[in-house]
């Protein structure tokens, strides 16, 4: 049998909800490419959709140098039924330049639109920077926000 994943570039815009990165940072762009793996799982009876995901992200400085956090995200796509938007959840790791390795969290939220020659979808993103201190403990570094729009086409292997 034919498997069939979906590949997908995403651009969007991103912007600091706490004000100590807003107090240091304007909102920048984001840029990403993803693809969805053919392997679904069932968690709490609710099917979910695998992927992976390479962003990059660029919040130009305002008090300082740029910031550029490069991540590697691990996704669960999920629907539902009677709603009209997409949920995937993400994990993953980033470089920070100025802690090294964090943790990234993520949560996207997004509505396809109507177009027959490739997945269109635009959607609202959230995604926190974790910092592991030497201690083991976690420290909350960036809160964004922000939109994006991704197109997709589905390839079959």
């Known amino acids: 049998s034919a ?50 995901e390479v962003n990059f992200v660029n919040l130009e400085g305002n008090a300082t140098d740029d910031l550029s956090i490069n991540s590697a995200i691990f996704h669960l796509n999920t629907k539902f039924e009677k709603l009209p938007v997409d949920f995937s959840f993400g994990a993953g790791v980033g470089d920070h330049p100025n802690s090294g390795l964090v943790g990234i969290a993520l949560l996207d939220v997004s509505h396809s639109l109507p177009c027959k020659k490739v997945d269109l979808s ?12 030497e201690d083991f403990e976690f420290k909350f570094d960036h809160n964004l926000y922000g939109i994006n729009l991704k197109v997709g086409k589905k390839i079959n292997f």
Do not use: E, W
């Not at 635009?122 to 201190?133: A, E, M």
């Open 3 to 52: 498997k069939a994943m979906t590949l997908s570039g995403t651009v969007g815009y991103l912007s600091a909800i706490d004000d100590d990165t807003r107090a240091s940072y304007d909102s920048g762009c984001s840029i990403g490419l993803s693809f969805d793996f053919p392997k679904a799982l069932t968690i709490f009876k609710h099917k979910f959709t695998t992927g992976a």
């Open 122 to 133: 635009i959607g609202l993103r959230i995604q926190q920077v974790i910092n592991v201190t």
